[in-house]
């Protein structure tokens, strides 16, 4: 079967002035089958980030290419514009919602916008679209004529996840989306995204430096280190058995229960 999404021997250099080019990525290869799950970790700098801004085109890859799935179209629509291909490519919600709403709109201000610009025309057929998506992300109606300083740190995620699904894209590439959430309000979220996986068949990249979380939401994982994958595989496998001395390191540095912190001497 033809994965949802192949990345190929992805490389991003960045340009120094005067001084060798910092190498972000280098021959990063993988795939996410349709329906699978993703994680990317990797220590701050790995290049997590640069890898999901090169599958969502926001940059150019130096080398190597990204591949999606063809969008299935559904039955009667017109031929899709090169714009809604790739907004229904790939969707990115990030660990900070509040920086990606606009504080002057309500929810359904905002989401209806973004139904309009894909082409809902009918003002009738987005408000239904707007009740049905607040109920998929599981907020009550009410939510919809809220702006965002009114809403708590997890609605906030629920309505970014909301928009991001507004143009039915098929991956879903989610960077440190839970990391800012209180532990109680990431577990909900965890579980909103668990149900709307299965229920919508998407396919999830999920950036992470919190390896438990990794363990909930990914099938696959890759570990990054200095730009490169340095061990890839189930996640349980990757976990409990490391093969690379690196993913070992991340795993030590997780506090386990009983863990008590102590005062190097020396
Ligand atoms: N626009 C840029 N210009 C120059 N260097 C960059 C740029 N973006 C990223 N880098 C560098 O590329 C490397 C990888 O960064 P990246 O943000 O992808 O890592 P990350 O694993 O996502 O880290 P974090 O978890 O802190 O976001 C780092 O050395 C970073 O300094």
């Known amino acids: 079967m033809q994965p949802q999404l192949e990345v190929r021997d992805l490389r991003k250099e960045y340009p120094v002035r005067g001084g060798e080019p910092i190498v972000a990525v280098e021959s990063v290869s993988f795939t996410v089958p349709s329906g699978g799950s993703l994680a990317v970790v990797g220590e701050s ?11 969502c085109r926001l940059e150019q890859p130096t080398s190597g290419s990204v591949l999606f799935a063809e969008p299935p179209s559904a039955a009667g629509e017109r031929e899709l514009s090169p714009r809604l291909r790739r907004a229904r490519e790939v969707q990115m919600v990030f660990q900070d919602p509040y920086a990606s709403l606009d504080p002057r709109q309500t929810v359904t201000e905002a989401v209806a916008e973004i139904l309009k610009v894909h082409g809902v025309a009918s ?20 939510v919809g ?7 708590s740190g997890g609605q906030r995620q629920r309505v970014a996840i909301m928009k991001a699904l507004a143009v039915q894209p098929r991956l879903l590439i989610l960077d440190e989306a839970v990391s800012a ?5 990431q577990a909900q979220v965890i579980n909103l995204l668990a149900d709307l996986r299965e229920a919508e068949g998407l396919t999830y990249l999920f950036i992470s430096h919190d390896l438990g979380v990794v363990r909930q939401i990914s099938d696959t994982c890759i570990v990054m280190r200095h730009g490169v994958v340095v061990e890839q595989g189930a996640t349980e496998e990757v976990l409990d058995s490391p093969t690379d001395p690196y993913t070992q390191q991340l795993i030590d540095a997780v506090p386990r229960p ?3 912190p102590r005062v190097r001497s020396g």
């Open 258 to 260: 009983g863990w008590k």
């Open 123 to 142: 003002k009738a057929e987005r408000a239904r679209r707007v009740n049905d998506l607040l109920d998929k992300v599981g907020l009550p109606e009410r």
């Open 181 to 185: 959430l209180d532990v109680s309000v």
């Open 45 to 55: 700098g790995s290049g997590k980030t640069t890898c999901a801004r090169l599958i």
């Open 145 to 151: 004529s809220s702006k965002p300083r009114r809403l």
